[in-house]
């Protein structure tokens, strides 16, 4: 086994960068929201730094333990998945926001467990594929692939009865990467994924919201009062930012024009306040952590290490990418937050707990 080393101190400034631009932003786009909702400029900026020290916190804890201990306890994180999840949605224990109920409510916090899912499927299936590489399995559809997929069926479909069909998507594409990686054959990915796609299309066009973003998404001036408005107000924000932005804590549209500027849409507040130049500094930021964790799954002394490390960066990058598409008006409306940026206790809490994971695999690289 490899000496234990200093961890990557490159994805540590990455991560501390996106994370002091979220906490600025936060209270930038917030402030005036916060001061007229609850009398206090700073309450949305209070709640993300306590989440931010407890999702530190929980990030170094992670580099202090063996990340392969994690391995032993694969089932078990597996079927806390499982009950959190079932919780969510329990009368009496689930929390519903909006008519959905995604969320369990703790206190005066509120955790939403799809968010402890991405991370610890990661955990799972990298300890799962890695084991089945090692008996050779891997390859096997009846006892390699097959018992993966059915793990991840569950998931997903607990997830899209909250419902919370982004979420659940993005699971599923992280777990098909991870599949891919571990040596799955494609042709079997390919097969699931075409036969998943028909159930994809009605559980968007059964459901009016999900339907009128995709048509707000194609033309969003076909209903710009109602379903088309958020993405315009985007537009418009993103436009007003130009090169050099408006300055910091200037923008217009944060000011009740641009619905959630502080969660799902930030990054149109960043484009405006910041310009092109704040804009692309975040997205070079993200790609840059992206591949720093790719590089670490790549030196990774086990096929576990380099699972866990290519799942939770591919993971930040994927959302982030998917996230910024949105703002730009390049996807469909999904509600997904930009990482380590958007307003959420739970998501950046996990989000940080993932990193600490990447910095574990990173002090026993080759």
Known sequence: ?????????????????????????????????????????????????????????????MTMIDYRILKRYAYIIYAVIIAVLIAAVVPGIGHEVNGAQRWIKIGFFTFQPAEFAKIGLIVFF??????????????????GYLPCLLALAIVVLLIQSQPDLGSAVIIAIVSFFMF??????????????????????????????????????????????????????????????????????????????????????????????????GAFTVIILFSALT??????????????????AFGVSFAIGFQALINIAVVLGAAPTKGLPLPFISLGGSALTMWLIGVGLLLNVSEHTK
């Open 126 to 143: 990298a300890a799962i594929l890695s084991k089945k590489e090692a008996e050779g399995k891997i390859a096997d559809p009846v006892f």
């Open 180 to 277: 891919m990686i571990a040596g799955v054959r494609k042709t079997h990915l390919v097969s699931t994924a075409l036969f998943v796609l028909p159930f994809l299309i009605v559980a968007i066009y059964s459901v009016d919201y999900r339907r009128r973003r995709i048509v707000s998404f194609l033309n969003p001036w076909d209903d710009a009062s109602d379903s088309g408005y958020q993405i315009i107000q985007s537009f418009v924000a993103l436009a007003g930012g130009g090169v050099f932005g408006t300055g910091l804590g200037a923008s217009q549209q944060k000011l009740f024009f641009l619905p959630e500027p502080h969660t799902d849409f930030i990054f149109s507040i960043i484009g405006e306040e910041l310009g092109f130049i």
């Open 291 to 308: 591949w720093r964790g790719f590089r670490v799954g790549l030196k990774a002394p086990d096929n576990f290490g380099a699972l866990l």
């Open 1 to 61: 086994m490899p000496v234990k080393r200093r961890p990557d101190m490159w994805i540590i400034a990455l991560t501390a960068t996106l994370l002091l631009i979220g906490i600025v932003m936060i209270y930038s786009s917030s402030a005036v929201m916060a001061a007229e909702k609850y009398g206090d400029p700073y309450f949305f900026l209070k709640r993300q730094i306590i989440w931010a020290i407890i999702g530190v916190t929980g990030m170094f804890t």
